[in-house]
């Protein structure tokens, strides 16, 4: 990015009125939450890549969250806004729960919320209320960027819909299951919905058996991903043109373009997918998990040589030669031979054993972990990819981090994912809400 380039992103915060004459109360409440929250240095703070970007944050449940969180680890200020009394649907998605060490009784923090929450500050609304509105527009003209992922027309309703806010500078990303045209854009869309319509589920799961979904969500992580990189994009182009702009993206897209070599495959071909392969891969053998004694082990010979590695790690050297299996082409075409003869000898060792026969041996293998042998895995903690914040009322609590690594920038965790409402007063007074007129709206349920 030129200098240039990052002077005018620099200059969109700077150029923002400080509104507030609450100047002691507002300081108040920042400091309370410095000494509650941060967890890296300012200095580290200061290299934050996106520092200076406000996010008025009006999403929930996984694809929106994650996409402004993603933004958040980044160095954006985002401020999520949520339900006044339930907020965001995932805080009831559970068991687990991280329980309250304030509140014993209460339900705690779903461990669903916590995952996609982090360095964000938390304002609950009652969209109903002129009031609200009120609040989330005075947010939004100080504000670089706004995200929802409402049912297309929703917040025309509050007045709140892109055309209505008469803003060429916002940019502003609408997250949606079946975008914001087409037959289907009135649907809702939840992630298992879009892997079923958009084909991935078809292709998911073993041979013989039903369709099945993907382990994670998937569709909406990637949606989240296209997202954060979209509004990137447009804040590029804003520093460029000081023009904001619009932004579709749908689940149901991503989706189809995740599709990637095996949509390209149908388009080319002209024909039907060919269906489900469990952990192995259309196009090349062998390439899957096979069982071993206590598990089983992924191998993957990608290639001739590779799949020369293997034959002599196995000891079956004569299998480079065999003429069914001298080629991938050929290896694909008589899998059904190969993969059971493969199988055979890996079912005589343990996994662990298995690991240690291919190790350096230039093949492509791995062991089939679960969830806790992979956050406990010697190169994730490694890579410091397992962060403990503390929370607010959960005490420390343990978060995946972010993954990509900066040599200057310190993408991180911040702050632990906000309990509702936690920067209420924070946010209205910075501005220029009286402590009494947040009291008074708390009161009648406009905030919380």
């Given amino acids: ?14 150029t923002r009125p400080q509104v507030s004459p609450h100047l002691k109360f507002q300081q108040q409440c920042r400091a309370n939450h410095l000494q509650h929250h941060s967890s890296i240095s300012q200095k580290e703070y200061l290299e934050q890549p996106l520092k200076g970007i406000r996010i008025v944050d009006l999403t929930r449940v996984v694809a929106g969250p994650y996409a402004t969180q993603q933004l958040a680890d980044l160095g954006a200020d985002v401020i999520k806004i949520e339900h006044v009394s339930r907020g965001d649907d995932t805080r009831s998605w559970g068991p687990p729960f991280a329980k309250s060490l304030t509140n014993p009784e209460a339900m705690g923090e779903s461990a669903y919320f916590l995952c996609v929450n982090r360095n964000k500050k938390s304002i609950g609304l009652n969209f109903k209320e ?9 947010l939004i003209k100080e504000s670089d960027v706004v995200v929802e992922n409402y049912i297309p027309g929703t917040l ?17 990303a609408s997250i949606t299951g ?25 292709i998911t799961g073993e041979a013989d058996g039903p369709p099945v979904k993907v382990g994670v969500a998937v569709t909406d992580i990637a949606t989240a991903l ?31 373009a995740m599709l990637a070599n095996i949509a390209s495959s149908c388009l080319i071909s002209g024909q039907p997918d060919t269906g489900r392969h469990g952990t192995a891969h259309p196009s090349i053998c062998p390439y899957k998990a096979f069982p071993t004694i206590d598990g089983s082990v992924m191998i993957g010979g990608a290639n001739d040589r590779l799949f020369a590695i293997l034959c002599h790690r196995l000891g079956q050297n004569d299998w480079v030669t065999d003429e069914r299996f001298v080629t991938n082409a050929l290896r694909v075409k008589n899998r059904n031979i190969l993969e059971p003869m493969i199988a055979r000898e890996t079912k005589k060792k343990t996994t662990k054993e298995w690991l240690d026969v ?21 190169h994730v903690l490694a890579r410091n990819m397992i962060t403990t914040v503390d929370h607010p009322t959960c005490g420390p609590i343990k978060l995946v981090s972010p993954p990509v690594k900066f040599s200057r920038a310190k993408p991180s965790i911040r702050t632990a994912p906000p309990t509702l409402g936690q920067h209420s007063n924070e946010i209205l007074s910075e501005l220029g809400y009286s402590l009494a007129e947040i009291k008074d709206m708390k009161a009648k349920g406009i905030i919380s």
């Fill in 226 to 256: 296209n997202a954060a990189n979209a509004i990137l994009a447009a804040v590029i182009g804003k520093s460029r043109t000081g023009k904001g702009q619009y932004i579709d993206v749908a689940l149901a897209d991503c989706q189809v």
């Fill in 130 to 138: 002129p009031k609200a509105q009120e609040i989330i527009k005075k």
């Fill in 178 to 202: 079946y975008g914001q045209t087409g037959p289907y854009s009135h649907r809702a869309g939840y992630d298992v919905m879009v892997e079923a319509e958009m084909g991935l589920m078809h």
């Fill in 358 to 378: 291919f190790d350096q041996s230039g093949l492509a293998y791995a062991a089939v972990n679960d969830i806790q042998s992979t956050l406990n895995h010697p």
């Fill in 1 to 14: 990015m030129s200098s240039t380039i990052r002077h005018r992103i620099a200059s969109i915060a700077c």
């Fill in 156 to 172: 025309a309703k509050y007045g709140l819909a892109y055309d209505q806010l008469n803003d060429d500078k916002i940019i502003y």
